[in-house]
């Protein structure tokens, strides 16, 4: 069964360095996704793309998080300066053509710690 | 109010009962309903869409109530293995694209 993969499954980096968190999501997907959630708490969306530009994004994505699919199969989240309170986990997920029914297939997710 | 609420729960039910739980949303022109299941520490897993003239799936049964704004969960004959957080979801279409939003979950610990 095709699945949504994520690396790494668990950073730990120092607050004030980047990050850069990797997707690959279902091949045949066309919208894609990120949600992170803090340690006992919701999932919370952060940004969608399709066609290669974002086409949402929440509060919580301000200018210290990009995304990218630089080469067609991968998906980036990169945050620029990670503070105290990015440590979460952060899913990646996609959806197909049919996205609009909004069935969203996740990956395993990465932990994010920062110190 | 919130996009989305659900009970935190938890539930706590023993082996085979039936068990229920709601889940509200504010925005009566959310579009598609959906039940996700999240086990600890992993990610969240579709268990079922939610019909407008609901739907089953095996011990599962899922409705949807436009007039009251809230959705339905039903499970007869409860495992071990649906212990679990289950979590609401909605999905509203904004001007742009679509807005998937999860609720906090319900947690459901079913006992022997």
């Known amino acids: 069964e095709p699945e949504v993969t994520q690396t790494p499954s668990h950073q730990v980096t120092q607050m004030g360095q980047e990050v850069i968190l990797r997707c690959v999501p279902i091949?045949?997907?066309?919208?894609f996704y990120w949600y992170r959630q803090i340690l006992g708490q919701k999932v919370e969306f952060l940004v969608s793309?399709?066609?290669?530009?974002?086409?949402?994004k929440s509060e919580i994505f301000d200018d210290q998080f990009s995304v990218e699919r630089p080469d067609g199969s991968n998906f980036t989240l990169k945050i620029r300066s990670t503070k105290l309170e990015d440590s979460a986990m952060y899913f990646c997920?996609?959806?197909?053509?049919?996205?609009?029914?909004?069935?969203?297939?996740f990956g395993e997710g990465s932990r994010l710690t920062v110190l | 109010r919130k996009e989305v609420e659900q009970d935190p729960g938890p539930f706590n039910v023993p082996e085979g009962a039936t068990v229920a739980f709601n889940c509200t949303y504010s925005?009566?022109?959310?579009?598609?309903f959906f039940w996700y299941r999240q086990d600890c520490r992993k990610e969240p897993k579709l268990l079922m869409s939610?019909?407008?003239s609901g739907n089953e799936d095996g011990r599962f049964t899922a409705q949807l109530n436009r007039a009251s704004q809230y959705i339905s969960l039903l499970i007869r004959d409860s495992k071990l293995s649906d212990s679990a957080t289950y979590l609401c979801?909605?999905?509203?279409?904004?001007?742009?694209?679509?807005?998937?939003?999860f609720g906090s979950g319900t947690r459901l610990s079913i006992r022997p």
């Open positions: 997920a996609s959806s197909d053509r049919r996205g609009a029914l909004g069935e969203l297939f």
């Open positions: 091949s045949n997907h066309l919208y």
């Open positions: 793309f399709y066609n290669n530009e974002i086409s949402e």
């Open positions: 925005n009566s022109a959310s579009q598609s």
């Open positions: 939610v019909y407008s």
């Open positions: 979801v909605v999905k509203n279409l904004s001007e742009s694209a679509s807005k998937i939003i």
